[in-house]
């Protein structure tokens, strides 16, 4: 069946760090892919998205490439922020001709920058 | 209204009870998802409604778990007889439509359950 596997957390980086966070997926159709973030004591909030190979999405700095050939989607910033701090999921939402639909989450990864 | 809204925040409940949990979604959103996370867990896909109809059942945990949506609107979650391994933070999300390419979800703030 469809997963998604990220990095286990925590990661802890300085501030102006180089970050990637690792997401790979396996799915039987052609999913769409989704990076969702949750701040401190706030709700889950789509990042970026790609909802097809090659597709890069990008938000706030962050960057995730949709690659079927090696089936991930990593998590990239340049230079993060202390305001960075979330945890991080890593998602697909894949819907099958027969009408069934999942969209499956990773465990999440969180991020501490430090100042 | 302007967000996904879930009520109770939180609710604390004697093992062996019935609880309703309640989702109200964007206006004009016609798909509507519930999700379970647990301690420590990723989050849990349970089920999807477009419109207020569930496609697909396979994803609650057991029969004691049930979910309807009326109007294409509001949905509720219910759990009869719960147990310990109940306690999670259920949350809600609404999108647009289902199936739909890059279809975004909005959460809501979900509901802390917790079976004592």
């Known amino acids: 069946g469809d997963s998604v596997t990220q990095m286990e957390g925590p990661v802890t980086l300085s501030e102006e760090a180089f970050l990637t966070i690792n997401c790979t997926y396996t799915a039987t159709g052609y999913p769409s892919l989704f990076w969702y973030v949750q701040y401190p004591g706030e709700g889950l909030q789509l990042l970026l998205k790609a909802t097809k190979a090659d597709d890069k999405g990008s938000n706030k700095g962050f960057e995730a490439t949709y690659r079927k050939e090696t089936t991930s989607f990593h998590l990239e910033k340049g230079s993060v922020q202390v305001s960075d701090s979330a945890v991080y999921f890593c998602?697909?939402?894949?819907?099958?001709?027969?009408?069934?639909?999942?969209?499956?989450f990773g465990t999440g990864t969180r991020l501490k920058v430090l100042a | 209204g302007a967000g996904v809204s879930q009520s109770p925040s939180n609710k604390v409940t004697e093992k062996g009870k019935d609880v309703e949990l309640r989702c109200d979604p964007i206006?004009?959103?016609?798909?509507l998802y519930w999700y379970r996370q647990s301690l420590g867990q990723g989050l849990e896909f349970l089920i999807y409604f477009q419109g207020n109809s569930a496609p697909d059942k396979s994803g609650l945990p057991s029969d004691r778990f049930s979910a309807e949506r009326t109007g294409g609107s509001v949905s509720t979650l219910t759990i009869q007889r719960t147990q310990q391994e109940d306690s999670a933070v259920y949350l809600c999300?609404?999108?647009?439509?289902?199936?739909?390419?890059?279809?975004?979800?909005?959460f809501g703030p979900g509901t802390r359950l917790t079976v004592l």
């Open positions: 999300a609404s999108s647009s439509v289902a199936g739909g390419q890059g279809d975004t979800q909005y």
């Open positions: 206006s004009g959103h016609t798909a």
């Open positions: 998602a697909l939402s894949d819907f099958r001709a027969s009408g069934t639909y999942k969209y499956i």
